[in-house]
């Protein structure tokens, strides 16, 4: 259908909408129109991705010079695909009704694993080694060996990518992942090399977080990329976090030992080539002197080595003369390393800030600030210099000039702590230099800086007015839309006590009682007797899962709950989680009926849906709080307190309430879907823990469904299973929570969907 | 020796059989022996006729292993190696009990097959009786196109029949119960035992190996409960243990599922992430330089490039469709956004032209023939004795009186049906016969077309000799008829 939103021609390529779209949209034209950035969040399954396509391309088709590219950044890999191939629906649509030719170029980047089409690279099993090789054969200089020596190998699709691929600009079209495959295969060039290139001119570009948000990726990728251009996010309620680990480094032992690994072969490389080619360390030097400036203007396929953070001054000056020879710079590492093996050789816990590190190095070995700062750019200038092909070994010493870097730049935002062993595991040394970022505004603050609009939405983003906050911006819009529907097809419940009253939690001091386990034991006992088809359950972390099954094996409630479902776990190896799931899904389908035991803030919490039979309920086992005792947890409380005046314990509720509502929140993937979403543990009836759950589960929390029983809760249950039992139509649906075009046209309708938007 | 294509799995040299010193042979399917200084074998078992071994006790003087077939016949082979007779009797003994139940489960399915197949068909039986044990055919020939035919139908009765699936809370079921003296009784049925072995399909390998040649069932089971097998908490209790096997196996199994992947992309953790360029971990790098550098380039990309797109092509429609659905509201497109399945032609032209009328022939073409053929074969494969379906009595007889010496004038003692007038003993031999000879009738025709010398040999010599004793069996009924008459 074709609307109008505020004067706008969307289309929208359905023939039905739902209210909550509309309004969604209308907020989306309002933070478009102030050249602003919003914070949106609206239920997973409402056609939150399809608004956004629709409304953007269709500002971009209406204001050609005020939006000139939209660069949609998602978190996995079927996320991304999933919205080109909506995009492609989109562009069909416009086809079609407009009758003209699409023009628009919208592609997806991912990484060289996902995109290489190079028969022996491609086969490669791990993203690192892809990479690693095809280094080995794209590097520059590698290619001008093979300019003298045709038997140095180098990759065909690159070379062919090189020598024509640029001249021509790629078609318009919508390229996923694949189709860019196909493209590489047909003209014989690099997908991923012209991925990168033709993102510059392409309208829509989709792509990971990570090349926006890693200074390192973002700094190669996307450092060209348009002023004009919206930035969205999407799935973003985890954005801080992906900016604080983009920044934070640690080092162990093992980290060093590879270092030396490194700095030897360096050493033996240089003496190697002084002997042989002195002119070309003379070169080099001459060229530090002249400043970085030009050193920085990498070929693209050196990215391998890339400076994790640039400030500008940095560029302007030239390297400092203690480590502008080869030599000299070798020892200037040696001499660090050896300072940080002694920092590592402790047996207690240290923490300390940037500036301490500073002053402690200088007066232990005398390392001057500046020239740590030019570390990085200065390593990578040699590896360029000394053509070193397999640069994965050398990420141990690349590492290290990252952080020497990084803790030369930041005087504030960062911690370093020292922990000479696990907390788990006192008896066994193993000692690990964080250097932690606690501020996630440092790495997305050049992305609010630049891109003239920065969208970040997700299904879960409650309290809304906490992203601002701890990321440093000001949005012009701020709203969270509820679901409209016809029938309530979400039912949350909190179950606060067993059946024998004991309170269910797991708080620290009761989470080992018996009784709190065997209750939780009846819970899904009696749940999987109820509940057709799949069951999700989540626990707030491994080692209590696996206490809790262990103890629930010897009392044989595990035997019990099988006779009704089948069971699986998810463990931290991710292909066996990926085997489980599938078999999983297979007794779902089948009609058998499984339980997947789960971990918040796992992989499956935060990637795979849950739609329809694959999850009829969900169980949060207590609250998913983050391990409270971790030290670099507590140094960004301090942080957020200090700097933002967030409470530390309103910020660790936020944080378990946001995943918890991530977790319940996968088995509702629309509206003819429906689901239970079980929160056992007696907190979630507080006020405090319930006001942040999203508005949209919120609502359907009524007093009736907080603190109840095991008994009362299967009661419940089941009278809300045999109603969504009953078959569900469209016509149900229409005027309440499915508009046709005309029905959204009333005035009366206008009034209601005004309603559904809440500003924060 | 033997024939080349046979496999030879243990050869023992000076092994006696029958006070002649010879070689023992152990081959994939069968055991042999031949007597020294001569390639045949005088001895040859194929191991689906092997009951059972039996071995000399430890203590004896004489080292041997005997063979008991199903025939009841038994072979006893004697092991006169000096110093390594008893460890190649053991290397022996240790491979047939390896063997052996394997040809045994073969063996016993077939004859439980045919057993079946008797029992559950009286006329079947009677026709076996007739044809087989008065030897007028062979058993082989007999169930030569009999089994066939009927494991189809067979599997096609089954598909009816749904199988019935392991109970979800068999395990839970097996509960222990205390016998009062601190020990612990399990409760097992067949049921039960059928789906543990469904279950864990290691521990029926484990039964089927060591009952009851090295345990009696009791033990077996004792031994099953008790392992850490069952227990998965209790730690393994060493070698003695004969489960730890199946662990192992039932682990490498999982093993090599996980690194197989998974199919459905959707749930591939492995595919979730997509960050490049982080601090490598655990990589301890590709391997230096690519040394294999592919001389032709360009041959090399194309054939290989010709592969990834085989495996693309295998792996795209389901990512596809999985995509596809992931981003489907169908609620929010409308009726006519519904899928429906594309007519697939093969001959579009014979779509649009509809059939064309044949011309009317009077000669019957190759088609014709070949198109009857099979309608006989089909109609033999298919073909059952029905006796109750054949012309009443009654009319019958009186068709018989009609056509008796007097004929219709006849008409004092005409109306007396045959079921009076014969004996009910020869009445069911006259049955039998009249099947018998339907069954050899049917094997007659089954042999159209004659396209193999056998099926020639069959019909010229064997089926001609058939039937003439099928005659020559009526005939001797008949003759026993009238003396009985007379």
């Known amino acids: 259908m074709k609307l109008n939103i505020e004067g706008l021609l969307v289309y929208f390529p359905y023939d039905y909408i739902y209210p909550e779209q509309y309004s969604y949209m209308l907020e989306l034209k309002r933070t478009l129109d102030a050249k602003g950035h919003g914070v949106l969040e609206m239920p997973s399954g409402t056609g939150k991705t399809i608004s956004l396509l629709s409304l953007i391309v269709a500002y971009q088709k209406a204001y050609p010079l005020e939006v000139t590219k939209l660069v949609y950044c998602s978190r996995t890999v079927p996320e991304i695909e999933k919205v080109v191939e909506e995009l492609r629906k989109l562009m069909d649509y416009y086809a079609k009704q407009t009758g003209v030719k699409n023009d628009f170029l919208a592609l997806a980047l991912s990484s060289r694993k996902n995109l290489c089409i190079h028969p022996e690279v491609s086969s490669l099993r791990f993203g690192k080694e892809v990479d690693g090789k095809c280094h080995s054969l794209t590097a520059s200089y590698i290619r001008a060996q093979h300019h003298s020596n045709p038997c140095q190998p180098v990759c065909q699709f690159f070379e062919e990518f090189d020598a024509v691929g640029r001249q021509v600009p790629i078609p318009p079209g919508i390229f996923n992942l694949d189709d860019l495959k196909d493209f590489g295969r047909r003209k014989g060039w690099c997908p991923y090399f012209l991925a990168r290139y033709a993102i510059l001119h392409a309208n829509i570009v989709v792509y990971s977080y990570h090349y926006l948000l890693d200074p390192k990726i973002a700094d190669l990728v996307s450092k060209e990329l348009a002023k004009k251009s919206v930035v969205v996010f999407d799935e973003a309620h985890n954005i801080d976090n992906v900016c604080i680990d983009s920044m934070s480094v640690n080092i162990t032992r093992r980290t060093l030992d590879r270092c030396q690994t490194n700095v030897e072969t360096l050493q033996n490389t240089i003496s190697r080539i002084k002997e042989t080619d002195a002119a070309k360390l003379r070169e080099e030097y001459m060229r530090l002197v002249e400043g970085l400036k030009e050193a920085n203007v990498a070929r693209e396929t050196d990215i391998y080595l890339s400076n994790p953070v640039l400030p500008d001054e940095i560029l302007q000056e030239a390297v400092p003369g203690s480590i502008r020879t080869a030599e000299h710079f070798v020892g200037f590492i040696k001499r660090f390393l050896e300072y940080l093996k002694a920092r590592l050789r402790i047996h207690h816990v240290v923490q300390e800030s940037a500036p301490q590190f500073l002053k402690d190095i200088y007066e232990k070995v005398c390392i001057d600030r500046k020239p740590l700062r030019f570390c990085a750019e200065r390593l990578r200038s040699l590896l360029r210099t000394l053509e070193i092909a397999d640069i994965a070994d050398f990420s141990a010493i690349t590492l290290i000039s990252h952080f020497a870097t990084l803790v030369s730049t930041y005087s504030k935002g960062f911690t370093i702590i020292i922990e000479p062993f696990e907390d788990r595991t006192p008896t066994i040394a193993n000692p690990v230099l964080h250097f932690s970022c606690m501020d996630p505004s440092i790495a997305i603050k050049p992305v609010f800086g630049r891109f003239q609009s920065v969208i970040i939405t997700s299904g879960t983003l409650s309290p809304l007015d906490i992203y601002p906050r701890i990321l440093d911006f000001r949005p012009v819009t701020m709203a969270s839309f509820t679901m409209t529907l016809a029938r309530t097809c979400l039912c949350p419940l909190i179950v606060g006590r067993g059946n024998d009253q004991v309170a269910m939690t797991s708080k620290f001091e009761t989470r080992e009682d018996f009784a709190v386990i065997r209750n939780y034991g009846n819970l899904l006992l009696e749940m999987s007797a109820i509940v057709p088809d799949g069951i999700v359950a989540f626990f707030t972390s491994y080692i209590y899962m696996e206490n809790i099954v262990a103890s629930w094996y010897e009392q044989g409630i595990l035997e019990n709950i099988q006779r009704n479902k089948l069971i699986f776990i998810e463990t931290q190896d991710a292909a066996e989680t990926s085997m489980a799931l599938e078999k999983y899904q297979e007794a779902c389908e089948n009609g058998r009926g499984a339980i997947l035991l789960s971990v918040a803030r796992g992989k499956v919490s935060e990637g795979i849906d849950f739609v329809h039979h694959f999850g009829r309920a969900v169980i949060m086992f207590g609250v998913p709080y983050v391990y409270t005792q971790s030290r670099i947890l507590k140094a960004r409380l301090e942080y957020l307190r200090d700097q933002f005046q967030i409470r530390e314990n309103d910020f660790l509720t936020f944080d378990a309430m946001r995943h918890a509502a991530q977790c319940v929140g996968r088995a509702i993937r629309g509206k003819t879907d429906y689901g239970l979403m079980i929160f056992a543990d007696k907190r979630y009836a507080r006020a405090d823990k319930r006001g942040k759950l999203p508005r949209w589960i919120q609502e359907h929390l009524t007093d009736g469904s907080l603190n109840l029983t095991i008994d009362e809760t299967v009661q419940l249950s089941k009278h809300f299973l045999r109603q969504m039992a009953q078959p569900f139509r469209r016509e149900d649906q229409l005027g309440l929570s499915l508009l046709t075009l005309e029905q959204l046209q009333s005035e009366d309708m206008l009034q209601k969907i005004a309603q559904i938007a809440q500003q924060a | ?486």
């Open chain 2, 1 to 486: 020796m033997a024939s080349l294509s046979e496999e030879v799995l243990l050869v023992v040299k000076r092994v006696r059989q029958r006070k002649q010193d010879g070689t023992l042979y152990l081959m994939a399917e069968r055991i042999a022996w031949g007597p020294e200084g001569k390639d045949r074998f005088t001895v040859s078992h194929l191991y689906a006729d092997i009951r059972c071994q039996k071995i000399s006790p430890d203590g004896k003087a004489k080292i041997q292993l005997q063979l008991i077939l199903h025939t009841g016949e038994s072979t006893t082979f004697h092991f006169s190696n000096g110093s390594t007779a008893l460890k190649d009797r053991d290397a022996t003994k240790e491979l047939l009990q390896q063997l052996l139940p394997k040809f045994k489960k073969k063996a016993n399915k077939e004859l439980e097959e045919k057993n079946r197949m008797l029992q559950e068909d009286p006329v079947l039986f009677q026709l076996y009786k007739d044809l087989v044990v008065s030897q007028v055919i062979s058993a082989e020939e007999f169930w030569a196109n009999r089994l066939s035919l009927n494991t189809v139908e067979h599997s096609l009765s089954n598909n009816s029949k749904q199988e019935v699936g392991i109970s979800a809370a068999f395990l839970a079921d097996i509960r222990p119960q205390t016998d009062g003296c601190n020990g612990l009784r399990y409760n097992l049925t067949s049921d039960i035992i059928e789906s543990i072995f469904r279950t864990y399909p290691t521990v029926k390998q484990k039964y089927a190996e060591n009952v009851p040649h090295n345990l009696t069932e009791k033990e077996f089971w004792t031994r099953f409960f008790q392992s850490h097998y069952f227990h998965r908490d209790r730690i393994s209790t060493g070698q003695q243990d004969i489960f730890s096997e199946c662990a192992k196996q039932d682990e490498k199994g999982l093993k090599s599922m996980v690194t197989q992947g998974v199919k459905n992309p959707m749930v591939d953790l492995l595919l979730l992430e997509d960050k490049t360029l982080d601090e490598v971990r655990d990589c301890h790098g590709a391997g230096g330089r690519p040394t294999d550098a592919p001389s032709d380039q360009a041959s090399e990309t194309s054939s290989t490039d010709g592969n990834s797109r085989d495996s693309d092509f295998f792996q795209l429609p389901l990512k596809k469709v999985k995509l596809q659905e992931s981003i489907e509201y169908d609620d929010l497109q409308g009726d006519s956004g519904r899928k429906t399945i594309a007519l697939n032609l093969k001959k579009s032209d014979r779509y649009s032209h509809g059939p064309i009328p044949l011309q009317s022939q009077h000669y019957t073409t190759s088609q014709d023939i070949i198109n009857s053929i099979s309608i006989i074969q089909h109609e033999m494969r298919n073909y059952k004795p029905r006796l109750t379906q054949v012309m009443s009595s009654n009319a019958a007889s009186s068709a018989i009186t009609a056509l008796s010496p007097g004929g219709l004038l006849m008409q004092g003692g005409g109306q007396q049906t045959i079921n009076q007038l014969v004996p009910t003993d020869v009445q069911i031999e006259l049955k039998h016969l009249y099947t018998a000879a339907g069954e050899l009738l049917r094997h007659f025709w089954s042999c159209f077309p004659v396209n193999t010398p056998f099926l020639e040999d069959k019909l010229m010599g064997h089926l001609e000799e058939m039937l003439q004793a099928a005659y020559s069996k009526f005939q001797v009924w008949q003759t026993r008829r009238m003396m009985r008459k007379t």
